[in-house]
């Protein structure tokens, strides 16, 4: 490890709707922010061709494109947008404590006020035809992408809370949802299922996995298994939602923050702050109930005013430096 060490105000991890939305605020707070990108610069709608539903954007935004303008936007204000991996904290238990980061194993990052805005990564099935039709019709997100289905024949995988929740969100807008079940019942509460279980153009295909996605450059099928008696079916979809669940990025800071058992950050309500003086976390990392980048970018608004009011508190002992006017 090299012996770089660098003292700031307010390290942001992330470089989602979360992060970017933290360090416009931050920026124009003259708390100097710097950011670090991690593997994905601009977050998981880098993963995503159209968002219709980020407010301001009447014709809709590619996600790529979004995430351009949302780091332009916070780099006018001075933030310092810059590529790496946090890759091991030591968070400090004192008010007014230093919060040590190391980034890419090498460089460490002392801070006052750390952002945590690492989102969160959806779970896929991991089969070639899947990855291949990713943005072709194949989506993790039914609240996102299920408009774009509109009366027409889709498939959910799952047999959760979320899958049923999302299925039910489907079979609103869509023509009919086929629910792949993998085992002989589903995990939601009994509430979910009574939802799932009263609409109509819900099926449920128990004990039931995707063999293939079928299609070129688009979805227009499924090959579907019967795990008990390795029956295969097809049926014509145009859209495969994948509602397996979701994996907070937050292993870095597991037996320093308080997490519940999935991994998602806990914070204090109505505010961004961890058990951590300090240490405020935003977006995905900390929300399991809406998943949105409009709620992340509001709670990302949230951590930046937090660590301003901590800041100011504490009395911070680095100078402010405006890096824009
Ligand atoms: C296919 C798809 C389509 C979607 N479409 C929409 C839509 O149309 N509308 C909508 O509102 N929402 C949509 N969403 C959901 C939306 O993308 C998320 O809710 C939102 O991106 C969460 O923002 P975030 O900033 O919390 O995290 P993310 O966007 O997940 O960003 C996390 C950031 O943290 C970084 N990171 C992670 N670990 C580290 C580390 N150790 N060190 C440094 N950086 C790290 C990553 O590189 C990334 O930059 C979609 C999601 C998917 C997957």
Not at 151 to 175: F, H, M, P, R
Not at 240 to 251: C, E, R, V, Y
């Amino acid at each position: 490890m090299s012996e770089q060490i660098e003292r700031i105000k307010t390290l942001i991890i992330g470089s989602g709707p979360a992060g970017y939305t933290a360090a416009i605020y931050a920026a124009r707070a003259d708390l100097n922010p710097v950011v670090y990108t991690g593997m994905e610069p601009g977050g998981q709608l880098t993963t995503t061709t159209e968002v219709d539903n980020f407010p301001g954007y009447p014709e809709g935004i590619d996600g790529p494109t979004m995430m351009v303008q949302l780091q332009q936007q916070a780099e006018r204000f001075g933030t310092d947008v810059r590529v790496g991996m946090a890759t091991a904290v030591e968070l400090s238990d004192e008010v007014g404590g230093i919060h040590k980061v190391t980034i890419d194993n090498d460089k460490v990052i002392e801070a006052e006020t750390i952002i945590i805005s690492t989102g969160a990564s959806a779970k896929y099935l991991n089969i070639p035809s899947e990855q291949r039709l990713r943005g072709g019709g194949v989506s993790a997100c039914a609240v996102c992408d299920g408009f774009f289905y509109k009366g027409q024949e889709v498939a959910i995988v799952g047999g959760g809370d979320t899958a049923a929740e999302e299925a039910s969100y489907l079979a609103n807008i869509c023509k009919k949802v086929t629910m792949l079940v993998r085992k002989d019942h589903m995990r939601a509460s009994k509430a979910m299922q009574h939802r799932v279980n009263s609409l109509d153009n819900i099926e449920i295909r128990y004990n039931t996995e995707v063999d293939e996605v079928l299609g070129d450059q688009v979805v227009e099928g499924l090959r579907m298994v019967n795990n008990q008696t390795g029956e295969k079916e097809e049926i014509a979809i145009t859209g495969l939602f994948i509602a397996i669940g979701h994996k907070p990025n937050t292993d870095i800071f597991k037996g320093q923050l308080e997490m519940d058992d999935v991994g998602y950050i806990i914070t204090e309500p109505d505010s961004t702050k961890t058990n951590k003086p300090g240490v405020f976390a935003s977006g995905d990392a900390q929300d399991k109930i809406y998943r949105q980048a409009v709620t992340a970018a509001g709670t990302g608004c949230m951590a930046a005013l937090d660590a301003e009011r901590y800041l100011a508190t504490i009395g911070s002992a680095i100078e402010a430096t405006a890096r824009w006017d």
